[in-house]
């Protein structure tokens, strides 16, 4: 009895580590078909096409740690905790919204994923590829394990620009010469353009 | 047992405890500015790019020339531009001793301007799978260690820095369409040609980019630095690749 359960407790482990990068790469493929279906949908008006596609993005992304890393640690944790979720409010409204609306620029092109790789033990990155009529632009989806097991996005490379480095340099020149509030402020005031 | 058990849970779950410290690490921590000498004028300069993309080439230019070259023709160019390419990244390849993609440059070229019509298409991506490689002498420096010295914005043509303009100019050596009075071929004229197939080329690739160009710059909170750190980052991949 003992052994049959140490064999099946070593026997889940090693299937759910072994198959854990084809599972992300899946979940990419099929959310990016969702995605590519609902965007060649020519008879869903614009607004009903974001809403569905942020009920599809929304799952795989963890925008709250997003967040935390476009300020750094030392900003992140000099904040309070009102700062913090107004700043999370706004952040995450304006990410959604700029993701969505780059999604509409790829409509005609194929996308190509490769395997995913395992950087590190909580981290697994996916390379994909833009596929124009000119060009071939890579995209790299980063991953990481959640402490519940579950893997989500927490930045994006767009060829080779990564969203949470360029939002990082922006917001500490921004933070030089501003107070947190009128920061948010600003943020805000974009998003809502 | 019961030990053993326990023990077991709390080594597969420690294990991926992990802090936000962890994440903190894969960015770099701007502490100090970048080195830009001429970032007054390179703020100037992006401002009247911006302006002119916004204002004049988007709304009238590029709406004009759409009229008259559908994006279909507009990429075909931009194919045959690409195609003519080969010679730049065919020794850049070689600089970087990158052999293999040397290789694959030549069958390309090979292909595409006979079965591609003078390039005008691209059946090598597209049937044979033979992938394009996008080197220029700028990365061939990146790749022996160089660094990229200071931004430089330059009118129309947008960000670039000093390393990969020096490599820009040394390019030209290697470029078909580029002209110059102590070379034996050349395959246009005069330099005045030359530049007129600069500024097209340009022209063309930019129509093509439009759209990308006004999403992408939405992202801003300050623009300037924004598109010079996308650039830095943008190169970095290529160098690397």
């Known amino acids: 009895m003992r052994s049959f359960f140490a064999i099946l407790i070593l026997g889940m482990f090693f299937t759910l580590s072994a198959s ?17 279906s609902i ?21 795989l992304f963890d925008f709250d740690l997003m ?95 990564s969203i949470v480095q360029t939002y990082r340099n922006q917001f500490s020149a921004a933070l030089k010469t501003k107070t947190f509030e009128q920061f948010v402020d600003e943020l805000d005031l974009n998003t809502t353009e | 047992m019961r030990y053993l058990l326990l023990l077991l849970f709390v080594v597969i779950f420690s294990s991926h405890a992990e802090s936000i410290d962890d994440f903190d690490d894969e960015y770099v921590e701007k502490k100090q500015e970048p080195f830009d000498p001429l970032s007054g004028y390179n703020r100037v300069m992006t401002n009247f790019n911006d302006y002119l993309y916004m204002n004049i080439l988007d709304p009238y230019l590029f709406k004009g020339y759409d009229y008259v070259a559908p994006k279909v023709v507009r990429s075909s160019i931009q194919c045959f531009f690409d195609n003519l390419k080969f010679p730049i990244t065919f020794v850049n390849n070689l600089l970087q001793l990158k052999f293999k993609r040397a290789w694959v440059d030549i069958e390309r070229f090979g292909v595409n301007t006979t ?86 080329k340009q022209f063309n690739e930019g129509s093509l980019r439009a759209k990308e160009y006004k999403e992408f710059r939405k992202d801003a909170i300050d623009l300037y630095p924004f598109i010079r750190d996308a650039y830095e980052q943008n190169r970095n991949m290529l160098i690397k690749e």
């Open chain 1, 39 to 59: 965007l060649r949908d020519k008879n869903m008006p614009i607004k009903e096409q974001d809403v569905e596609l942020i009920r599809v993005v929304d799952p």
């Open chain 2, 115 to 200: 079965i591609g019509l003078f390039g005008f298409f691209d059946p090598a991506s597209t049937w044979l799978k033979l992938e394009k490689s996008d080197e220029d002498f700028g990365q061939t420096l990146g790749y022996y260690g160089v660094g990229s010295g200071f931004p430089i914005t330059l009118p129309f043509f947008g960000q670039y820095n000093l390393r990969d303009l020096v490599g820009v100019t040394a390019d030209a050596a290697a470029d078909p369409l580029y002209y110059d009075d102590y070379r034996k071929y050349n395959m246009i004229t005069n330099k005045y040609e030359a530049w007129g197939i600069v500024v097209y």
């Open chain 1, 20 to 36: 854990i990068e084809d599972d992300i790469t899946n979940t990419l493929v099929v959310n990016s078909e969702k995605v590519t």
């Open chain 1, 67 to 161: 967040g935390r890393l476009c300020l750094g640690k030392s900003i992140y944790n000099s904040l309070s905790q009102e700062q913090k979720s107004r700043f999370h409010d706004v952040f995450n409204r304006r990410i959604k919204e700029s993701y969505i609306s780059k999604l509409h620029l790829y409509t005609d092109e194929k996308l190509e994923f490769q395997r995913a790789e395992r950087v590190k033990d909580t981290r697994i990155t996916v390379l994909s590829y833009f596929i124009t009529k000119t060009e071939r632009k890579p995209v790299l989806y980063k991953f990481y394990e959640t402490d519940n097991k579950k893997w989500l996005i927490y930045d994006v490379d767009i060829f080779g620009v």
